[in-house]
């Protein structure tokens, strides 16, 4: 049973990190714009954002269907995963991630 647990844990780090391969974080997209945390929210509920990374240091990058990557610093951290959730339908496809 442990060693069951093992692998699949050990499979799932592996999904994870092909993930991130394939969705690199470290580079900068050239058509990346700020915007306020409120400007944020109301983009999230447009239903164009795709995926949602946040740090650490409360910054949290949108990517839109149309390639933008919409960045900005959320007031508590959490306050996106939050807002994702209370979104609802719009927001319901997102990939959240955060490191």
């Not at 058509?31 to 990374?53: C, K, P």
Request: glycine fraction near 6%; hydrophobic fraction near 40%.
């Amino acid at each position: 049973m442990r060693k069951r647990f093992g692998i699949l844990v050990l499979s799932l780090l592996i999904v994870a990190a092909s993930a991130f391969a394939y969705f690199p974080l470290t580079q900068r997209p050239s058509d990346r714009m700020n915007v306020s945390w409120a400007m944020a929210i109301t983009i999230l509920q447009t239903g164009q954002v795709t995926h949602v990374i946040q740090t650490h240091h409360l910054y949290v990058s949108l990517w839109l269907k149309n390639g933008t990557v919409v960045t900005t610093k959320e007031p508590t951290i959490y306050s996106i995963s939050y807002e994702i959730g209370k979104c609802g339908d719009p927001c319901k496809n997102i990939v959240f991630g955060t490191e």
